[in-house]
């Protein structure tokens, strides 16, 4: 049986070998981790799913910034990833629930703008659209083709040209991050 639950802290250590196993030790050479790095994931938007003790799946939740590259100012949003699901239990809907309740959890916490790097086909269901025709890149430029964004109608777009900055490692963003709080532009 398939169960899914907040993640806690106990499940880091499993979840750093599950993403190991999913993605390979290249993962941590992408644009994305550039982003996590020093900065604690939103535990309380995360979840992970198990199959009777065995930690199966997770996804997690990150504070950015999305930078305005010519009004040159900064918002909020948070950044989903990565999303895993152990090989062997693949196809059985795993990934799809998770999505479903992360997405649910962190809209109900308020944040309504969530970006991530992904397969279109695979996330238009959850209801995420490319970011192009506008122009954001993640750290070094990479990825704007397949950064995806989720976010109702009623929020500003996104800006013309902008990048995905990272939430600076000092200690007041950490502290809002494991808080479950994000912190506010500048």
Do not use: C
Not at 8 to 26: N, Q
Not at 51 to 74: C, E, H, N, S
Request: net charge positive.
């Amino acid at each position: 049986m398939i169960t899914y639950d907040q993640e806690r802290p106990f499940d880091s250590a499993l979840v750093e070998t599950l993403l190991d196993v999913a993605f390979g030790p290249d993962r941590f050479a992408k644009s994305s981790y550039s982003l996590r790095e020093n900065v604690p994931a939103l535990r309380h938007l995360s979840w992970v799913a198990r199959a009777d003790d065995r930690l199966v799946g997770t996804v997690r939740f990150w504070p950015i910034y999305i930078q305005d590259m010519i009004l040159g100012t900064k918002e909020s949003a948070i950044l989903l990833g990565p999303l895993a699901v152990a090989p062997d239990m693949q196809k059985y809907g795993i990934g799809a629930e998770l999505m479903k309740r992360a997405v649910a959890r962190a809209n109900s916490a308020g944040h309504q703008r969530i970006l991530l790097v992904g397969d279109h086909d695979y996330y238009s269901r959850f209801g995420f659209e490319h970011v192009l025709p506008r122009y954001i890149t993640m750290p070094g430029g990479k990825d704007a083709r397949r950064l995806l964004v989720r976010q109702p109608a009623t929020l500003p777009s996104l800006p013309a040209v902008g990048k995905i900055v990272s939430v600076a490692p000092d200690a007041d963003a950490v502290e809002a991050a494991r808080a479950g709080a994000l912190p506010t532009a500048a």
